[in-house]
């Protein structure tokens, strides 16, 4: 089956900086690559997806990009602000079955 | 309703007792699973309900775990003789057509075998 890699597990920036994420999957017939947020003690919600028929997508100050000939894909935070202090988790659909989801990644935004 | 509602939010049981966990899907989504999040894991895949076809229950861990949907709406995850290692956030989300689809998630059940 599908298997997700994330890292860095923690990462912490100054407020104003740029955070980079970084996803990898091993099966190729993967196609649709959501990246959800989760607030302390919320549910994870939806920032940004990506699919496989697109190399690079962006809104505002999130973008996603995907390298489908290596199998990565990572999300890219600019201009980094206290309320983006959360836990990122990417994850990665190939039709076949449910949402393989990363181990996640704690962002810190020091203020 | 406005959200995928989930219940009871909270649930302690004693260790071999069985519990149900109650999930609502948004109204017209015809896609609903289950995670499992122990704490401060990532999101573990369980079970999943696509219309009318069969569930993929590939990710339940033991024959204790089961689940159902009925009339295509409302689900129900049920562990059996519970045990310690049981104790996490269950999530239950749904989305309109399929997983590669947005999933909205509800805010979870969580629970606690003593």
């Known amino acids: 089956g599908e298997n997700v890699e994330q890292h860095p597990s923690t990462l912490s920036v100054q407020e104003g900086d740029s955070a980079v994420i970084k996803c990898t999957y091993s099966?190729?017939?993967?196609?649709?690559f959501p990246w959800y947020k989760q607030e302390l003690g919320k549910r994870p919600q939806l920032i940004i997806d990506i699919r496989s028929n697109v190399g690079e997508k962006k809104d505002q100050r999130i973008a996603v990009t995907l390298n489908k000939t290596a199998k990565h894909f990572s999300l890219h935070i600019t201009e980094t602000q206290p309320e983006d202090s959360a836990v990122y988790f990417c994850?990665?659909?190939?039709?076949?079955?449910?949402?393989?989801f990363g181990s996640g990644t704690r962002l810190q935004v020091q203020p | 309703g406005a959200g995928v509602s989930q219940s009871p939010s909270n649930k302690v049981t004693e260790k071999g007792k069985d519990v149900e966990l109650r999930c609502d899907p948004i109204?017209?989504?015809?896609?609903l699973y289950w995670y499992r999040q122990s704490l401060g894991q990532g999101l573990e895949f369980l079970i999943y309900?696509?219309?009318?076809?069969?569930?993929?229950k590939s990710g339940l861990p033991s024959d204790r775990f089961s689940a159902e949907r009925t009339g295509g709406s409302v689900s129900t995850l049920t562990i059996q003789r519970t045990q310690q290692e049981d104790s996490a956030v269950y999530l239950c989300?749904?989305?309109?057509?399929?997983?590669?689809?947005?999933?909205?998630f509800g805010q979870g059940t969580r629970l606690t075998v003593v």
């Open positions: 994850a990665a659909y190939t039709g076949r079955r449910a949402l393989t």
């Open positions: 989300a749904s989305s309109l057509t399929g997983m590669n689809t947005e999933a909205f």
């Open positions: 099966d190729s017939a993967s196609n649709y």
């Open positions: 309900f696509q219309g009318n076809s069969a569930p993929d």
């Open positions: 109204s017209g989504h015809t896609a």
